[in-house]
């Protein structure tokens, strides 16, 4: 059974710090996804990192994925109370349907 | 526009009663998913279907049922069976697998309480 573990899952940041979000996983996955919520809201996309080492950046946050570690990251550069959100990582396997499985979510709230 | 549409955003059930949500997405996907999240929790898979006539049991199929008849659409019904209804309700579809970039892309959910 492929679990997903995020650490943490609450974080309480102030404004213009840096901090990671760490996402482990139990198996083998072809792909590795990053998704963020806002109270209330649905899931938006934010990556989809597919290959060892692969790495992208999108205004302050950054995502990376180790696959021998079964190890993804979340950076958060220079934090703004904007990107106060729940954050989620998904592991993907192709051969099951594409289907998901996510993790706990990170809950993080950015104080002025 | 394109997108996917869920309905309704909220949605009440009384003890016994079978509850139908919809789903409607013009991404021309093929494959759908429906998922339940609780509160402060993470998305649990309840059904997928990767083409028309077509569906599988996810993690917590129990005290659901899907149908797709259609492909833009892949409605969840919620039975008298499901003796814990109360969550929020989000359906998402995916393009072809061999776009490596895609995503699975989210409804804005329905969120279904108790009487």
């Known amino acids: 059974e492929l679990k997903v573990e995020q650490n943490p899952l609450f974080l309480s940041m102030q404004e213009g710090k840096n901090y990671t979000i760490y996402c482990n996983y139990s198996t083998t996955s072809d792909r590795l996804y990053w998704y963020r919520q806002d109270p209330g809201k649905s899931l938006e996309s934010l990556f989809v990192?597919?290959?060892?080492?692969a790495v992208k950046q999108e205004g302050r946050l950054m995502a990376s994925l180790d696959t021998k570690a079964r190890l993804s990251t979340l950076h958060i550069t220079a934090a703004v109370h904007d990107l106060s959100a729940t954050y989620f990582c998904a592991v993907g396997i192709e051969t099951s349907g594409s289907r998901l499985t996510f993790g706990e979510g990170t809950q993080l709230t950015v104080n002025p | 526009d394109g997108g996917i549409t869920q309905s309704p955003k909220y949605l009440f059930r009384k003890e016994g009663q079978n509850v139908t949500l919809s789903c409607e997405q013009n991404?021309?996907?093929?494959?759908m998913y429906w998922y339940r999240q609780d509160p402060g929790q993470g998305l649990r898979l309840i059904y997928y279907s990767q083409i028309v006539n077509d569906f599988q049991k996810g993690d917590i199929a129990e005290g659901y049922s899907v149908s797709r008849e259609k492909k833009e659409s892949f409605p969840l019904t919620v039975t008298s069976a499901q003796k814990n209804p109360t969550a929020f309700y989000l359906c998402?579809?995916?393009?072809?697998?061999?776009?490596?970039?895609?995503?699975?892309?989210f409804g804005p959910g329905t969120r279904l309480l108790v009487l």
């Open positions: 990192l597919l290959s060892n080492g």
């Open positions: 991404l021309n996907h093929d494959a």
């Open positions: 998402a579809s995916r393009g072809p697998s061999l776009a490596l970039q895609e995503t699975q892309y």
